[in-house]
C-alpha cells in the first residue's frame, strides 16, 4: 500500500534509533563472491548477532529459499525466520527506512502511525561502481518487508542508502557529502536538492554535511554509519584516531572542526564523544583467497585496509549491540566508551565482527530497526 504525498508534509518523521522499536530486520549471507568460505563463518556471527540483539527486542531474520533451511537451523527458535530473495544482506541499505506519526489522530483519522520509506537501490553505484552488477532483487527489499508487516509505503526515486544518514529525532540529519554528492548516485541533483528531499522525508530541519567518512570505506562511498552517530540530541560519537600518520586522522580531525562549529536544529553545541578506530586492520591471503572473486562483486584483494569502525554499532531496546575486532586495546576501549555514553543501555560486544567488515561493513549495517508506533510500549523477554 503506497502512501500519496511526502512524509513531512503528513507529520511523518524518522525516529532516533534510541527510540523504542517494535522489532530488528537482518537478512542472511550467503554470497561467495563477497563472503569467505561461503559465508560460512559470517553466518555464525549473523546468528550471534540476532542472538544478542533478541535479548532487547523481537527480531526477524530473512534468507533466501536456498539457505532457509540453514538459518533455521543455526537461529534460536524465537527468533523468526522469513523466506525472502536478496542479492546480498545489507539490510540497512536494503531495507526501509522508518517514519512515525507523532500527533494524536481524530477518531476518523485512518492515518498509520508507522510507514516506511523505499528509496531507490542501485548497489552502492550502479554499473559501473557498484559492488555487484546484478541488484534486482535488493530493490524489492523495503517493499516486501513493508508488506510483511503491513506498512504503508513511500515510494522515493532518491538513490539512498539508510547507512548514508542518521537523525537525532529532533530535527537534525547527519551525512557525508562523499557518499550522498557521488556521482554515481544522483548526479542531476545539486546538494540543496538532496538536502530539500532528506528535509521532507526525514521530517528533519537541518542537515549537517561532513566532507568524508571513513578511510578505506570504498564500499559505500563513506557511509556516515561508519564514521559519526548520535548518541542522544547534542551529543555525537566520532570515529578517531591518534595516530596522525594514519589517512583516518585528517578526516576525524575535519569532522571534528565541523562539529565543534555546528549547531543541531535546535540550536545546542555539539558534544562529540571520540571513538578509537581499531588496528588498522587489513585483510589477509587466506581471508582473500576464502572468496570466490569471479568478477561478478567487488574484488577483495589481500592486504585491503578494512573498514573497521566501533561507531558502526546497533543501538536496541536497552542494549548496544557493538562490534570487536580482536584488537584487545581498542576493543577494551571501545567497550568503555560505549558504557559510558549510554549508561542506561547495556554493552554486549560481538567478538567475531571481522568476518562482517571483511565484506564491507559491520552490525549497523546489517540491521534495520523498525520504530514501535508512538505512544505504544514494546513489551518483550
Known amino acids: 500500500m503506497e502512501i500519496e504525498g511526502k512524509p513531512a508534509l503528513l507529520g511523518y518523521r524518522m525516529p532516533a534509533e534510541w527510540e523504542p522499536h517494535s522489532q530488528c530486520w537482518m537478512g542472511w549471507p550467503e554470497r561467495p563472491d563477497n563472503w569467505r568460505e561461503h559465508a560460512v563463518p559470517a ?3 549473523f546468528a550471534e548477532v ?3 540483539i533478541s535479548k532487547f527486542v523481537p527480531v526477524t531474520v530473512c534468507a533466501s529459499a536456498a539457505q532457509w533451511d540453514n538459518a533455521r537451523i543455526q537461529i534460536p527458535k524465537h527468533i523468526r525466520v522469513v523466506e525472502m530473495s536478496m542479492n546480498d544482506s545489507w539490510f540497512r541499505d536494503t531495507g526501509p527506512t522508518f517514519v512515525v506519526l507523532d500527533q494524536t489522530l481524530s477518531s476518523g483519522d485512518q492515518r498509520h502511525k508507522v510507514a516506511g520509506i523505499d528509496w531507490t537501490f542501485n548497489s552502492w553505484g550502479g554499473v559501473l561502481d557498484g559492488c555487484y552488477k546484478d541488484w534486482s532483487l535488493d530493490t524489492l527489499v523495503a517493499r516486501k518487508i513493508l508488506e510483511i508487516e503491513r506498512v504503508p509505503r513511500f515510494p522515493q526515486s532518491l538513490i539512498l542508502e539508510g547507512g548514508s544518514i542518521h537523525v537525532d529525532g529532533e530535527g537534525t540529519c547527519l551525512t557525508t557529502e562523499e557518499c550522498l554528492l557521488n556521482t554515481n548516485r544522483n548526479p542531476t541533483l545539486t546538494k540543496e536538492q538532496i538536502e530539500d528531499e532528506l528535509k521532507i522525508y526525514l521530517g528533519v530541519r537541518k542537515v549537517i554535511w561532513l566532507p568524508h567518512g571513513l578511510f578505506g570505506d570504498d564500499d559505500t562511498n563513506g557511509h556516515i554509519d561508519n564514521m559519526c552517530c548520535f548518541v542522544k540530541p547534542g551529543v555525537v560519537m566520532l570515529s578517531w584516531t591518534n ?3 594514519d ?3 585528517e578526516r576525524s580531525a575535519e569532522a ?12 545546542r553545541k555539539f558534544e562529540i564523544i571520540k571513538l578509537h578506530v581499531p ?6 591471503d587466506e581471508e582473500s583467497a576464502g572468496v570466490i572473486q569471479d568478477g561478478d562483486a567487488k574484488p577483495r584483494p589481500p592486504g585491503t585496509r578494512l573498514a573497521a569502525s566501533y561507531v558502526n554499532f546497533y543501538i536496541a531496546n536497552g542494549g548496544i549491540i557493538a562490534p570487536a575486532f580482536g584488537d584487545e586495546k581498542w576493543d577494551t576501549e571501545a567497550f568503555r566508551v560505549l558504557s559510558s555514553a549510554f549508561p542506561d543501555h547495556e554493552v554486549v560486544m560481538i567478538k567475531g565482527a571481522r568476518e562482517i567488515v571483511l565484506a564491507g561493513g559491520n552490525i549497523h549495517c546489517i540491521t534495520q530497526q523498525q520504530p514501535a508506533p ?3 510500549v514494546v513489551k518483550h523477554g
Open 50 to 52: 540476532a542472538t544478542a
Open 243 to 245: 595516530d596522525e600518520s
Open 256 to 267: 571534528f572542526t565541523i562539529l565543534s562549529n555546528a549547531t543541531d536544529a535546535c540550536g
Open 374 to 376: 508512538p505512544s505504544s
Open 43 to 45: 553466518q555464525h556471527v
Open 247 to 249: 589517512p583516518q586522522y
Open 279 to 284: 588496528g588498522p586492520l587489513y585483510m589477509t
